[in-house]
């Protein structure tokens, strides 16, 4: 089993994985900022969320750092992963989104 590691730049793109695989989603976060990743869709039928962390970047308070969501391949199919950055207490569109595509085989 192996782990396909996803980043910023795979945004609206297809990545591949097996059946057992781990498919890791890091992307840039400021918690300071009110703004979290947080997901908005998810294929689980195909892929399921084993965790979602906070790995900071930096030591300095207010510093950044990746928000890393943990996917585990489920069984074959193709499976869509929606995350917006938002904050919690504010309504209207996100600040951001990340699309991903998965093809588990």
Known sequence: MAEVVVSEGHNG????????DTVTLKVAEIPTTGFRW????????FLALT???FQPTS???GGGGLR??????????????ELRLVRSWESGSPKSIFRLRVLVS
């Open 13 to 20: 793109g297809v990545v591949r994985a097996r059946i057992g």
């Open 59 to 61: 030591e300095g308070v």
């Open 38 to 45: 947080e997901l908005a869709s998810l294929d689980s039928q």
């Open 51 to 53: 965790r979602d962390e």
């Open 68 to 81: 890393v969501f943990h996917f585990l391949a489920k069984k074959p199919g193709s499976a869509g992963v």
